[in-house]
């Protein structure tokens, strides 16, 4: 697939308002945005580290993905996000090398990108977001 680089780490928080402090006050980086994707039940804030961004997944309700990963794992990583050209074909490829595919196709994701899921249990543990710039 041939990432390009790390477009950014998920981290599931409890509550943004909590968490926020620690990268501001602590790291010292700026939440640059926070953004709600009612699709996907989360309330996100997002900050840069040179190329890289950290997104904080807020859950809006306990059924949701992030939702029932805290529930069950508890605060911490959730996914990584490698920025990928050609989203659609990279999909086909993985799919074609046996990667269950939670998203077959692009949608729409935070900050207007391109995204699909890969499936935890086809990519050792790790749920793996693949995003393309449609601006690039
Ligand atoms: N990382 C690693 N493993 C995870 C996981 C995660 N983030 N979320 C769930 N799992 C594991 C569960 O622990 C469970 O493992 P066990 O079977 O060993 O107990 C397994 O995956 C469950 O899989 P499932 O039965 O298919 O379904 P779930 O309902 O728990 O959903 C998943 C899991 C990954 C398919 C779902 O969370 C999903 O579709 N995620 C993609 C969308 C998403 O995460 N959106 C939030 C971020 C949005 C954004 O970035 O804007």
Known sequence: MKPTHIEHLGIAVKSLETAIPYYENVLGLTCYAVEE??????????????????????????????????????????????????????????????????????????????IAFLHPKSTFGVLTELCEDPNK
């Open 37 to 114: 994707v009612p699709e996907q039940k989360v309330k996100t804030a997002f900050f840069k580290v040179g190329q890289t961004k950290l997104e904080l997944l807020e859950s809006t309700d306990p059924e949701g993905p992030v939702g029932k990963f805290i529930e069950k794992k508890g605060e911490g990583v959730h996914h990584v996000a490698f920025a990928v050209e050609n989203l659609q074909a990279k999909l086909d490829l993985a799919a074609e090398r046996g990667i269950a595919l939670i998203d077959k196709q692009p949608r729409k994701g935070a900050e207007g990108l391109n």
